[in-house]
Structure formats: C-alpha cells, structure tokens
C-alpha cells in the first residue's frame, strides 16, 4: 500500500480556488495531465456517485468515481474505477482550508492505493509529481493571477449631483483589439492598437480578463447582420474588472469583476469603454472564464426555455448541436425541468458528449431521417419543442419531426438562411414557429437582472455546467472562428487577451 500526500499554499481565497477544483468534471481544463473529460450518464459533476471519464495527454484512459463532496469542509474524495495506469484500490481526498494569517489558502491532496510490485516508488513520484504538483501549479497560476477588486476611492460630489467615481478622468487607455476593415472571411480580421478614452456619464471602461466567442461574431464579421460597420471590433460578450466609471453609475465601481453580454459589439478588445447599464457584476462563485464563456449561451438558454417556450414537465424537446455551447445549456436545463431531451448531432463523439449533458436520446445521421429518428423514438408523436440553430439544412427537417401544435424555435442559422417558405405548409403540424431576437430580450437591466439571477443560481447548483473547450489567445482570433465555422469546437470557446502588440492575423 503506497501512500501520497502533498500540500501547498496558495495565495487566494478559498472561495477561489474551490471554484476551480470543486467541478468534478473541470480538470481538464486546468490540469495539465488531462486531455478530455465526461461525466457519464448524464449526472450532475457534483453528483454523488457521477464517474468522470477521462484521457490523459499520453492517452491512457482513466474512470473516476465522486465519493463525497462537501462545500461547507471545502473537500471532496473519490476513487479510480477503470484505467490504463496500474493504480489499484486508489481513494484520494482533496481539502481546503483557510489561511488564518492572510486571504491565502492551504491545500492538502493525498491518495492511498496499491502497485505492483518493484513499482511503489515510481507510481508514488507519478502521483505525486505528474499529478498533484502540476495541479497545484496549474490552478496557482489561474487564481493567483485573477484580477482582485480594489477598495472604490472615495466620490467627490457637490450637493445635488451625481456621484463621480472616476480616477482615470482625463487619461485614455492604450490597449490591443481584433479589427474587421471589411465583411469578410476569418482573414479580415486583424490585430490593431486601440484606446480606451475616460468614460463618460453612464459608461464604464473595463479591462478584460476573458472574451466570448459565438457564432453572432461570424454574422457580423461576414456582414450577415448589421452589428458592425466597417472598420470595426467583433463580439459582444467578455468579462473583466472595472477601470472607473462615469457620472450616474451607481451599481459598478472601480476594481469590481463584472461581465456583459449585449450589443454594441466591440469586446475582442484588452480595454474598453461603454455604456454600464447592461453590464452585470459578477458572484464571487463565477469566475471570469465562466462568465466569459457563458453569459450569453445561457442567458440565451433561459430566454428559450422560459419565454419565447416555456418548457412544460413531460415535453418532448429537440435540440441542435447539443455538444455546442447554447446546446449543452439547452440539455441541461430543459432535463433539470422534467423534459425528455433528445439531441441531433453529427457524430458519435459529440452524442456522448450529449448525453452526458442530459440528453436521453440522441440522433445522427443515418439511413433514416432525423424526423423518422425522432418520430420512432417518440412512438409518432414528435417533438412538442425544437430548438434549431442550423437553419436552412435543418429546417424542413425539424418541421417534419414536430408534434400536432409543435412549436419550432429557429434562434440560429448556422448552414444559411432558410429562404422563403410557404405559410400554408406549416398547416399540416398546426405548427408555431418562432425567430427570436436576443436585443429584444436583453434591452434592459430589469430584465438582465431576473435572467442572470436564475442563470447563476442554475450555475451555483451545478444543474448548469459552462464547459469551456477551446482557449485561444486573442491574436488568434481568426482561428477561433475558423474552428468555429468548420464545426471542430465542442463546448464553448473564448479568447484570451493576454497579448503581444501588433501584426496581422
């Protein structure tokens, strides 16, 4: 019996660092042993009993059980079911506690398991050095390099006015950013140098940490939607730390982590000035990747599945890509809701990503249509709900596989636009169909502010996870969407904007 335990500091809160190591299916983004990573079944991460199913950069495959998980103790344990490394009966057990002398945590990981043998000591240095050390340092470098919120200086105001909080007055901001010259393909955007000036009265100027990429950065880069007039700076959504705001801005400050997800485009920037009223100050439990990555697929999320369909108990729900990221949400939250979900998907790879995301069936094409794959799994009655973000290749299709009184949501166009179509045609489903516009659901703080409430608590409960699949730096911009539009990313995919000046793409 070989026994393993390693302990480190680390200079953040605990909160923090929980954060990162508390996803039961996160490691493999943060850790640099593993390459992939599922949870089977369908269970929530944090789920007792949810085995996660992972590949190690070498390959090798390895099953893991959660035993117990405790947020109040900080701690979690769990064993190796499965692998291709000869670790037997191992049970580890991962602790966190608070540093009595600063804002700083200590963390313990130790594992007890048995080796062959002639093999203790050179499993012992595998686990400890390939695996704890390099998670320490992995997660150390995420938690400690987040931006911390500065105490506010204190406002100067004169009796009857708004309050200014704006130490940068006067001063612009130099910084990097993507730039579009022209509609285009990803090979008009470049890299450029940008400023941010002072905000002004109800703007913020934030520095970003993390960027969302989403396929509404296509439309606007090709010129599909009018967002963005050339010359200028893609994306809408990003999360960050506030610089200094404008006269009237009284729900953000200086030095506060907060997130936006809203027209007008320009987020594929390092610093930026706009208006505050639709960015959102971020729970400490959301990190600024998540936010980053997440905001806008699941305020898209919630809006389908409360609004535009409010999704009843024991529906039938369709979903498009339910590997992407609006998709996965969709999954999660619709089963969470007591619906059947069944996915339609272009591989087996990504149907096992969506039943692992709470999708009971999922379809992929084949000799038999999607809408004879969707009315055989329903014995006739078809999908009360679809969700379809594909458009034009897809359309017909999820008209065929709706039930009687069905109702269609086209929130996307991935393939193209879906022409004209004969009203009449929809007669023979007594079909609804709607083409709901984000801008018109996210206009205001009001309704900001009720979606994003149960979007966090939807996070914070692990019924929704952001599963991040790709990182690019900002620079990289234009490979990002081409991953994008090629239909290689799983997940969600965001920018990082930590970049050298200069050059073109």
């Avoid at 990097?176 to 941010?196: E, F, K, N, Y």
Wanted: charge should be neutral; include cysteine.
């Amino acid at each position: 019996m070989a026994t393993v335990r390693r302990s480190t500091i680390v200079d953040a809160p605990v909160d923090a660092v929980w954060q990162v190591v508390r996803d039961f299916n996160g490691h493999d983004r943060w850790h640099p042993a593993v390459s992939t990573s599922r949870i089977e079944r369908g269970l929530r991460s944090d789920q007792i009993g949810a085995v996660r199913d992972f590949r190690l950069s070498g390959g090798e495959k390895v099953k893991e059980k959660l035993l117990g998980l405790s947020d109040r103790d900080h701690s979690f344990r769990y064993t190796i079911t499965e692998a291709d490394v000869p670790l037997r009966n191992y049970v580890a057990e991962v602790s966190l506690k608070p540093v009595t002398d600063g804002n700083r945590t200590f963390w313990q990981w130790s594992s007890r398991f048995d080796t062959p043998p002639g093999q203790e000591r050179e499993l012992s240095d595998l686990v400890a050095q390939g695996v704890y050390e390099a998670g320490f340092q992995a997660v150390r470098e995420i938690v400690e390099n987040r931006p911390r919120p500065q105490p506010a200086p204190k406002p100067v105001s004169t009796p009857g006015s708004a309050v200014a909080t704006n130490p940068g007055a006067g001063s612009a901001l130099e910084g990097q950013a993507i730039t579009v010259d022209r509609h285009g393909g990803p090979d008009v955007m470049r890299m450029a140098s940008t400023t941010a000036p002072p905000p002004g009265p109800g703007q913020v100027r934030i520095r970003h940490s993390a960027i969302g990429v989403n396929f509404i950065d296509v439309y606007c880069r090709t010129g599909y939607f009018d967002l963005l007039q050339p010359p200028g700076v893609p994306g809408m959504e990003a999360a960050g730390v506030v610089i200094d705001v404008g006269t009237g801005v009284r729900h953000l400050s200086p030095g506060q982590r907060v997130g936006y997800a809203c027209p007008p485009v320009g987020a594929y920037a390092t610093v930026r000035t706009m208006a505050a009223d639709l960015v959102i100050p971020l729970p400490d439990a959301i990190g600024d990747d998540v936010a980053a990555a997440g905001l806008l697929k699941g305020i898209t999320a919630e809006f389908l599945l409360h609004t535009v369909h409010p999704v009843k108990r024991g529906e039938t729900v369709l979903v498009y890509a339910p590997a992407g990221g609006v998709g996965r949400i969709l999954c999660q939250w619709a089963n969470h809701l007591g619906a059947r979900v069944i996915g339609a998907t272009s591989s087996a790879g990504k149907a096992d990503i969506a039943r692992a995301c709470g999708a009971h069936d999922v379809v992929t094409p084949g000799e038999d249509s999607l809408e004879d794959q969707v009315m055989a799994l329903t014995r006739g009655h078809g999908a009360d709900v679809i969700y379809d973000a594909v458009g034009r290749d897809s359309f017909a299709h999820s008209v065929a596989a709706l039930a009687i009184g069905g109702h269609l949501v086209s929130y996307g166009q991935a393939s193209g636009d879906i022409g004209k179509w004969d009203i009449g045609s929809l007669a023979s489903k007594s079909a609804t169909i709607s083409r709901p516009n984000y801008g018109h659901y996210t206009d205001t703080r009001e309704k900001l502010d009720r979606i994003t409430t149960r979007l966090f608590d939807m996070i914070n409960r692990r019924i929704v996870t952001v599963d991040i699949g790709q990182r690019f730096a900002l620079r990289d911009a234009a490979d990002a969407h081409r991953a994008l539009e090629g239909r290689r990313t799983t997940g969600s995919t965001i920018l990082v904007p930590d970049t050298p000046s200069g050059g073109s793409l």
